[in-house]
């Protein structure tokens, strides 16, 4: 590691594959469920229970980043939107996945519209994360 809060290769992709496998098949899910396509296929219970087992993986992912990647993020101050954001999204999406288990009907409905925004819009953080540079405007010393 040569950079202070660059991820070892294994924890990299453990990221990398925890998120995007979690993204897909709530993407899946949402397809066939709420929109319809293939519904039978692609909003069955078996990829809800899929999109559930990666949401546990990438849970592990985000606590394997936060002890020393956020932190030293923060501190450099690079790439704090895309990495505040994601924070941001990762945990309305806990919190509404918990709300769609455990939280009471009325509020069902909001739990899943906002759950599947703000999982969207969590993939576009992620991906904005990893492969843009962050531009810093460096000054030479005088």
């Given at each position: ?18 998120m ?7 993407g ?28 546990m ?9 936060l002890?020393?990647?956020?932190k ?12 505040a ?58």
């Open positions: 590691m040569n950079r202070l809060g660059a991820m070892p290769p294994w924890q990299k992709s453990f990221v990398q594959v925890g995007l496998t979690c993204s897909l098949t709530g899946v899910y949402l397809l066939g469920h709420e929109f319809h396509v293939n519904k039978a296929v692609l909003g069955s219970h078996a990829v809800l229970a899929w999109h559930g087992i990666t949401a993986l990438a849970i592990l992912a985000l606590g394997s980043v002890p020393f990647h956020l030293a993020g923060l501190k450099s101050k690079r790439k704090l939107i895309s990495g954001s994601q924070v941001g999204c990762l945990s309305v999406l806990l919190i509404t996945a918990a709300l769609l288990y455990y939280g009471p009907e009325d509020i069902r409905d909001l739990a899943i519209t906002s759950h599947w925004i703000v999982g969207l819009l969590f993939l576009a953080c992620f991906i904005f994360h990893g492969v843009f540079k962050a531009n810093r405007v460096r000054t030479k010393p005088y």
